[in-house]
């Protein structure tokens, strides 16, 4: 309700606003914020349903069928696929990914290469950074994987 009011009154005033959303929330939440935001970024992290509760502790189904609902409203929409070595970065994903964001209609996005700027952020908050082991991608590693991705008629952006 707060975010949903704050994006009203920003509109309200002649204010764009955005608005990043993991999507894993009921639909009627999901449509109330996005009523006000002129531009919605929205995360893939994994399509295979098993793998997406192992890594995130939730099920994908809702993610997906509310990113279905904001296409079909007609909402500006910024795809983005998190990449994270050895969890959700094989080819069957990232295909599984790119042929799901393409038959939405959607003909771009972003990836977002796992980096180590928030493992010093886990230690200050008294908590355990579970990926402390993942390397971060060599450049070469994260231009093969948009050749990859682009193959299947996307444009992408590295982020």
Same mark, same amino acid.
């Given at each position: $309700?707060?975010? $949903? ?10 204010? *764009?606003?955005?608005? !990043? ?5 009921? %639909? /009627? *939440?999901? !449509?109330?914020?996005?009523? %006000?935001? $002129?531009?919605?970024?929205? *995360?893939?992290?994994?399509? *295979? ?9 939730? /099920?994908?189904? +809702?993610? +997906?069928?509310?990113? #279905? ?19 959700n970065d094989s080819e069957e994903n990232l295909r599984a ?11 771009k996005a972003d990836i977002l290469p796992y980096h180590r ?7 200050? +908050? ?6 402390? /082991?993942? #390397?971060?991608?060599?450049? !070469? /590693? ?5 050749m990859m991705l682009e193959s299947f008629g996307l444009a992408?952006?590295?982020?």
């Open positions: $309700n707060f975010v $949903n009011e704050l994006l009203e009154k920003f509109r309200g005033h002649g204010r *764009d606003t955005a608005i !990043e959303i993991s999507g894993y929330a009921n %639909w /009627e *939440d999901v !449509e109330k914020v996005c009523k %006000w935001a $002129n531009l919605i970024f929205y *995360d893939i992290k994994h399509m *295979d349903l098993v793998k997406h509760i192992e890594f995130t502790g939730v /099920e994908n189904v +809702l993610i +997906l069928e509310n990113v #279905k609902r904001i296409v079909q409203r007609g909402k500006p929409l910024r795809m983005r696929i998190p990449l994270i070595p050895g969890l990914t790119a042929q799901f964001i393409t038959g939405l209609g959607i003909g700027f928030g493992a010093a952020k886990y230690g200050r +908050l008294g908590k355990k950074y579970k990926l402390s /082991e993942v #390397k971060s991608y060599k450049e !070469e /590693e994260v231009e093969a994987i948009k992408i952006f590295i982020a």
